[in-house]
Structure formats: structure tokens, C-alpha cells
């Protein structure tokens, strides 16, 4: 089984609340992923997401001392970082806010590449 066909491409919050997410593309493809909890931070979602996948990264100095994943690798590049106020049973996410740690907002592109490939999401940038 490949990546594409177990890798979901949002793992989406089974209840609602406002949630940090990381945006961002592996190997060509476009994910979003969301804290497993509300505030987890933006370093703990991406090296999750990689770790868990066994995706090579090196370690940067974040604007908060502790150290986190770089932004890209070999095989992937963040895109934005922000929050996203998740209403599950709407199937609707409000995206918005900006990483402190490593100073990048929501791509509001990236968005628009994700959009298509998650129709039954209603997904709203607000600036």
C-alpha cells in the first residue's frame, strides 16, 4: 500500500474547537494537519507527521528557544501554519492566525490546491 492510498489528506478534528494546523505538501501531494489537541504546538504536528512516516528532516533553533522540524526536506515543504476554528458537525474550518514559532501564516494558495481534493468541507481563509 502506498502513502497516497493510507494518508489521509486532512485529519480533521472529530469535535469542535479551534485547532493549530500545519500546511503542507509530501512527495507532489497536499496535506493539512491539525493538532491532536487544541493548542499543541505547530513543531509537535509537523514532526509528528513526519516522524510518523519515517520522512528524513533536520532540526532548526525556533523563535522560542526549543528546537522543531525545518520548514522543508527532501521530500516535503511546509506551506502555512496558522488555526483553523473547526465546526464539525458543519463540515466547516475558518483558517486563520500565524505560527509565533516559526513566523509563517496560512497559505491562502495552498488552501485553494486543497479545496478541490475535500469537497464535502466548506474551508474559509479570514484575513
Aim: aromatic residues 12%; charged residues 25%; contains cysteine.
Amino acid at each position: 500500500m502506498s502513502i497516497d492510498e493510507k494518508l489521509p489528506i486532512a485529519n480533521w478534528p472529530t469535535t469542535y474547537g479551534t485547532y493549530k494546523v500545519v500546511q503542507l505538501e509530501l512527495d507532489g501531494k497536499q496535506y493539512l494537519r491539525f493538532g491532536a489537541y487544541e493548542q499543541e504546538p505547530h513543531s509537535v504536528i509537523l514532526m509528528a507527521f513526519l516522524e510518523g512516516l519515517k520522512i528524513p528532516h533536520r532540526d532548526i533553533r525556533l523563535r522560542s528557544g526549543c528546537d522543531g522540524p525545518a520548514l522543508s526536506g527532501e521530500r516535503y515543504k511546509v506551506f502555512g501554519m496558522g488555526k483553523s476554528d473547526v465546526e464539525v458537525s458543519q463540515k466547516r474550518a475558518t483558517f486563520f492566525d500565524k505560527s509565533f514559532d516559526y513566523n509563517l501564516g496560512i497559505d491562502a494558495t495552498q488552501l485553494g490546491r486543497i479545496r478541490p481534493l475535500v469537497p464535502d468541507w466548506t474551508m474559509v481563509h479570514k484575513t
